[in-house]
């Protein structure tokens, strides 16, 4: 295998990187803390070796086979994280690797769990790196989304090749669609800034809970995340701009090019909707009835904790693992939904289960009239088997996924549901877990190194849709 377009492409990544680390390193310096000298340090070896392979692998001719396609998409994100990680082992809080690499992974993947408290008092630097590294997470997860998973045809996502080449006729190149995404994301998260300063934020608040919200990450300045606010405005705000990050971004591309309509007409645009009403309306019908809560501390309550769980995003404004037995079973098993491809959600994915849907009707179909033609179709087209195949696979190996964190977790000493729930969060990338320990409440700092690890693990894995992992541990792939 040639590995110079890899090294090339990871060289240019850690250079980005590199350069980023200015942004918190100014923010120190201006704050007069001298954790600066953790980002300097780690900007400068981070640029020489971004640099050095970017310029010793450069080719006139840049082309990627599935093999390079494959090993570039996890090599990079292991890479990213294992660098991203060092301003945290150098700052003056003193993170030990296991800490320090998981706060690192929770944030390059947007998962949002965190081991640190009292983040009130943290250099004001690092807190703006932990948002930086959630934002470049963001728009990273939206161009593996658009052009190499589809290109390798993981979990499905070769639906969405036809999607890239409408626009690929709009815009010729691969990079321009990359830049026109880019600018689109740029713009929610100034958008989405000025907002938040308006509904009182400070400046740097609202920069840093814009980065958060629009990539769907959940990382916050204050331990209390948005209960610390006491006006409701700034939750509003965010239930928008969570479902703005949950819906696929090539959409908004379509929207500004002249066909604003296509975000409704979206066949998975109006399931992702449709879900979320109808669980925001079950359970404000559970907190008026079974809570007694006034209607509309209710709606408010379901509505923001509906749309940071299914979004991954991770925020919290309440306990909501605190109400009962059943917001807390409804809640485990909405974070494995997640939001629309394209999106900087993680989770199964909204057209996953539509194809399952689809599949599902068809063969009730065929077993009342065995006689009968039957084919699924998915937004008017019929679904290939291997597209099919592909999505069932993707089912199988989420849930072994889940069953083997799970149960490794519970190996190294968590109770059931701190092991079920942190499973389902890491490998859904959603952020906080269920009950008092890793709860949305609490952090995941108490948790043996080991559990880390584990959760790191299941962070990558899911963020890279499972099959991209796995298959580098099959020996075929490494045959020549």
Known sequence: MDLKPVLHVLGLLLTILGASMVFPMAVDLLAGSSN??????????TAFVGGTLALGNAQDRFTLNTRQGFLLTTSSWLVVILFASVPFM???????????????????????????????????????WRALLQWLGGIGII????????????????????????????????AQIAGAISLVYVALTAICGICYYWAGMSAFDAVAHAMTTIATGGFSTFDTS?????????????IFFMLCGGLPFVLYLRAVTGH???????????????????????????????????WNVALEHAAFSVSTTITGTGYANSDYSAWGAFPLTFFLFLMVVGGCAGSTT??????????????????????????????????GTILSREVILSVMSFFFVYALSFVLLSIALAAVGLDFLTAVSGAITAVSNVGPGLGPVIGPASTFASLPDAAKWILCTGMIIGRLELFTVLILFSPDFWRR
């Open 36 to 45: 600066w000298k953790s980002f300097f340090i780690a900007m400068l070896f």
């Open 90 to 128: 150098l700052s003056d809080i003193h993170f030990s690797p296991a800490d320090a690499i998981f706060e690192t992974t929770s944030g390059i993947t947007t998962t949002g769990a965190t081991i640190i408290t009292n983040l009130e008092s943290m250099p004001p630097g690092l807190l703006l």
């Open 143 to 174: 161009v593996m989304a658009l052009s190499l998973l589809p290109f390798l045809k993981v979990g499905g996502m070769q639906l969405f090749r036809t999607e890239s080449s409408e626009n690929e006729k709009a815009f010729p190149k691969a």
């Open 226 to 238: 948005f209960s610390h606010y006491d006006t409701n405005h700034a939750e509003i705000l965010a």
């Open 260 to 294: 604003p309509g296509d975000l409704l007409r979206d066949t998975q645009v109006r399931w992702f909707l449709g879900i979320i009403c109808l669980s925001v309306v079950m359970m404000t019908l559970y907190l008026i009835f079974y809570l007694d809560e006034p």
């Open 346 to 379: 993680c989770g199964i994915k909204i057209f996953r289960f539509q194809i399952l849907y689809a599949v599902a009707v068809i063969q009730l179909k065929r077993l009342l009239y065995p006689s009968g033609v039957f084919l699924p179709h998915y937004r």
